[in-house]
């Protein structure tokens, strides 16, 4: 398996606009989960879902940010209108159901976002 | 709630130094243990974990023993290497409150040659 797949690995752009983060959890994981990392606020958990659906996202800073899960394969988070203080480190990772014993989550390689 | 404590950072080593970063832990249930790592410019990578009292996690040289009694998940290494220089983060997972994890803050370590 590739793994957690994230895209795009960079990007860059202005204050106002749009962004859009893409995630790809491993096959076969029910959890999908997007975290954001800032050297001043460190790992934080925004969103997670099992089996499609959105079970906690009391961590989604305010409106401006939604998460969807369309299918089993992949999974959105966009920012609109995005501002400076976007500008961090997101991660998305999946982990399997905790009955099959394996519990453990998996991480992509993260999405750096900087807003200007 | 759950929450997860680690020894403040950056801990600076020499080569081939003994390592400890320690890590306690407070749960409702009977939580598992992981210890990750991040490398610069990488996602987290699973180093080793623990799912019951008294188990020890072991991976790359690096051990835990989870410690029920103590609440505690200190991780070590007998001799680290500038390879080992990274960020590590001690977290839980409780099944009895909610499917999510619980990350400490990390341990920013730096090896020096």
């Known amino acids: 398996d590739a793994g957690v797949i994230q895209s795009p690995r960079h990007e860059v752009t202005e204050m106002g606009q749009e962004v859009t983060l893409r995630c790809k959890p491993i096959s076969g994981h029910d959890y999908l989960f997007w975290y954001r990392q800032t050297m001043m606020r460190g790992l934080e958990l925004l969103i997670y879902f099992n089996n499609n659906v959105p079970i906690d996202d009391s961590g989604m800073p305010e409106d401006r940010f939604s998460a969807k899960m369309p299918n089993a394969s992949f999974s959105t988070l966009k920012i609109q209108p995005s501002e400076p203080r976007d500008s961090a480190v997101y991660f998305c990772?999946?982990?399997?159901?905790?009955?099959?014993?394996?519990?453990?989550?998996?991480f992509g390689p993260g999405t750096r976002l900087t807003v200007l | 709630g759950n929450s997860v404590t680690q020894m403040e950072g950056p801990v600076t080593l020499s080569e081939e130094a003994f390592l400890t970063i320690n890590c306690t832990y407070t749960a409702t249930g009977y939580p598992s243990l992981f210890w990750y790592v991040q490398y610069p410019g990488e996602g987290l990578q699973l180093l080793l974990k623990a799912t019951k009292a008294d188990d020890k996690g072991s991976n790359k040289g690096f051990e835990a023993t989870y410690r029920k009694e103590t609440t505690s998940f200190h991780l070590e290494k007998g001799s680290v290497q500038v390879s080992d220089s990274a960020v590590y983060f001690c977290?839980?997972?409780?099944?009895?409150?909610?499917?999510?994890?619980?990350f400490g803050p990390g341990t920013r370590l730096s090896v020096l040659p």
């Open positions: 977290a839980l997972s409780d099944h009895n409150y909610g499917q999510n994890f619980v």
């Open positions: 990772a999946s982990r399997s159901d905790p009955g099959t014993g394996y519990n453990e989550q998996f």
